[in-house]
């Protein structure tokens, strides 16, 4: 009897050791902050930014109108599409060349052009025709917009049906600009070259740095002869070599395997590159002044960066139908001017006249990230 009561005493024991070992986990989790955020923000910002950005829909597109009619009838088609939700009037167009212009200066989507008298044409031939000039770069946006703007004369045509015993026929033609054929690798292949670019030089840069750390080796590097910038610099230059390769690759193998366009200048795209590659650079760098492991180092990049890149810089889904916020949002993100800037080259061939204010946003990040970094590095030292 005394045997069976050591023993149960003994199982008890070792029940409350291991329900203390559980209580001592749930603190050391509670405790620290990190496991906090990965463990409840990370799936509530993972599902806002999903259901808010990850949609097929359109909303707020920017469109420009080509009134060639200026009629009754076709103010009133521009009015049930200016008040629909879809639908965006950014510029009132006046002349044919002024449609190249504004797909080129990235100001709208698409462009309807209304044939001249509309209203006398439906008077007497029952019919007509809008044209709806799209801009194929995102060819699911593009088809997006022609399927709304058909669905908006269908309901407009409806209404004109009522009281007449010959129906009205508004009918939508359709023209692709930059990419007819609405190939989606044409959109794959800039973001695919931006996320990879990213990678191999934010987050490959901010591991290797922040290992240093790690293994303690990088204060021997900051108190040899060597000055820290020279120790950073050192560090970053063999990833802008391997990120210039990675982009050279990508170009190549979406030319001549996926007959990706590249009407613009090859000289414009190595350097608009090269300025992205820096300021991707410098981000890592960033990171790593924040960092004190790689794991760190890593949750941060891949957080921060990657699904940024992926679901609010344009690459997939349109910005414009996202809300207001995640577009403020998307504008900090380097990656999004980036793809603008490869669009525009490969696929629109404009030059740095269109491509000036993506260009110096992308200097103005560069420059504001290696301030940042070597503030944060002061610090450190000090």
């Known amino acids: 009897m005394p045997y069976m009561v050591q023993k149960t005493n003994r199982k008890e024991f070792k029940m409350k050791k291991f329900k203390g070992f559980i209580k001592k986990e749930f603190y050391h989790i509670f405790r620290d902050k ?11 910002a993972q599902i806002l930014l999903f259901g808010y950005a990850v949609t097929n829909e359109i909303n707020n ?13 076709s103010e009133k088609i521009i009015q049930n599409i200016s008040a629909s939700n879809y639908f965006n009037i950014e510029q009132i167009i006046y002349n044919e060349a002024d449609i ?3 797909f080129k200066k990235g100001k709208v989507k698409a462009v309807l052009v209304f044939e001249p ?28 917009i022609i399927n709304y703007v058909s669905v908006i004369l269908q309901k407009i045509q409806m209404n004109l049906n009522k009281d007449i015993k010959m129906p009205y026929q508004i009918k939508a033609q359709t023209r692709m600009l930059y990419n007819p054929e609405l190939k989606s690798v044409f959109m794959f292949v800039p973001g695919v070259m931006t996320i990879i670019l990213m990678l191999v030089s934010a987050m490959m840069t901010s591991i290797s740095i922040t290992r240093e750390k790690e293994i303690g080796t990088m204060e021997i590097l900051l108190v040899s002869p060597l000055k820290p910038f020279q ?6 230059f063999p990833y802008i070599f391997l990120s210039i390769f990675n982009a050279l690759v990508i170009v190549v193998i979406g030319y001549f395997v996926f007959r990706m366009p590249l009407e613009g200048s090859y000289f414009l795209l190595g350097l608009e590159s090269v300025l992205f590659i820096v300021s991707a650079l410098s981000l890592g760098v960033l990171i790593s ?5 790689q794991q760190t180092a890593m949750m941060i990049s891949l957080m921060g960066l990657l699904l940024p890149v992926i679901l609010l810089s344009g690459f997939i889904f349109p910005i414009e139908s996202m809300p207001r916020p995640l577009q403020i949002f998307s504008n900090i993100i380097p990656a999004t001017w980036y793809i603008i800037i490869l669009k525009g080259i490969m696929l629109k061939g404009v030059g740095i006249a269109y491509l000036w204010k ?25």
């Open 34 to 44: 990190r496991s906090l955020f990965i463990l409840f923000g990370m799936p509530i």
């Open 358 to 382: 993506e260009t110096l946003v992308l200097i103005g990040m560069t420059i504001f990230f290696i301030a940042l970094s070597i503030r944060n590095y002061k610090i450190r030292l000090e």
């Open 231 to 236: 120790v950073i610099l050192g560090k970053v």
């Open 289 to 293: 002044t924040i960092s004190n492991t």
């Open 61 to 73: 597109v920017n469109i420009a109108i080509f009134d060639k009619a200026n009629d009754a009838q």
């Open 100 to 102: 190249e212009k504004s």
């Open 117 to 144: 008298k509309l209203a006398k044409k439906l008077t007497k031939d029952n019919k007509a025709n809008i044209q709806v000039i799209t801009d194929a770069t995102e060819p699911n946006t593009a088809t997006t």
